[in-house]
């Protein structure tokens, strides 16, 4: 059964860079069925769409997809050799406090890049304070 | 972005009612792109239905969902215990982003 885990510093201070890592047990990141993605969770915002990547096997790249409002800061990475996925927000304020999930997401193959997520992470709270 | 609004906020009944949970968007959701989360307190939502009507693998044949274009329902026929949760919906048709309802909370009459 696939499993997923966040790991990461729990304390950012602001204008820093959070960043966090998804290790994904039970089943290969490199699956062509499947996308991967975080999403994020604060009381003032409620859940929040962060990003997905898409992990290709042919051309062993990756091709990410972000939410709008927080593309100019985020970038989502893939790392084959570790099983891995990571976040990483730069410039983080207090507006940036919440839970984050690392997700997987299935994959069609219709050439649509943004579905519904089927297996989550517990997720990692993040704090950013000074 | 597709705004959901989910009603009511909170609703309370007792174990073996039937609950009914309502879902609407401000514009249509294409091809019923549309997902149902549980919370529970101190865990991960866990998907219960996608594509409107369509049950995540392992989940009870009590949750069932339903409705198109701006009106989603999701209802839980006969409530156990362990459904007394914060339920989310989830469109993922009009993207980016993907956006979610603000959560109806089931509590225990």
């Known amino acids: 059964q696939l499993q997923l885990q966040e790991s990461g510093p729990g304390l950012v201070k602001p204008s820093e860079t959070l960043s966090l890592t998804c290790t994904v047990s039970?089943?290969?990141?490199?699956?062509?069925?499947?996308?991967w993605g975080w999403i994020r969770q604060s009381p003032g915002e409620g859940l929040e769409w962060i990003g997905t990547?898409?992990?290709?096997?042919?051309?062993?790249?990756?091709?990410?997809y972000y939410n709008p409002s927080l593309k100019s800061r985020v970038m989502i990475s893939v790392d084959t050799s570790k099983n891995q996925f990571s976040l990483r927000l730069s410039s983080v304020t207090a507006a940036d406090t919440a839970v984050y999930y690392c997700?997987?997401?299935?994959?069609?193959?219709?050439?649509?890049?943004?579905?519904?997520?089927?297996?989550w992470g517990r997720g990692t709270t993040v704090t950013v304070s000074s | 972005d597709i705004l959901l609004t989910q009603s009511p906020g909170t609703l309370s009944l007792s174990p073996g009612e039937r609950a009914t949970l309502s879902c609407r968007a401000n514009?249509?959701?294409?091809?019923?792109?549309l997902a149902w989360y549980q919370q529970k307190p101190g865990q991960a939502p866990r998907l219960l239905i996608y594509?409107?009507?369509s049950r995540a693998t392992g989940i009870p044949d009590r949750f069932s969902g339903s409705g198109s274009e701006t009106d989603f329902t999701l209802t839980i026929s006969r409530l156990e215990p362990e459904d007394f949760a914060v339920y989310y919906c989830?469109?993922?048709?009009?993207?980016?982003?993907?956006?979610f309802g603000q959560g109806t909370r089931l509590e225990i009459k």
């Open positions: 997700v997987r997401h299935p994959n069609y193959g219709y050439g649509y890049y943004y579905y519904y997520m089927d297996v």
């Open positions: 039970g089943g290969s990141i490199s699956s062509s069925n499947h996308f």
């Open positions: 990547v898409h992990y290709s096997g042919s051309t062993n790249s990756g091709t990410n």
């Open positions: 514009q249509s959701v294409a091809s019923n792109y």
């Open positions: 594509g409107a009507s």
């Open positions: 989830h469109q993922y048709a009009s993207a980016p982003p993907t956006t």
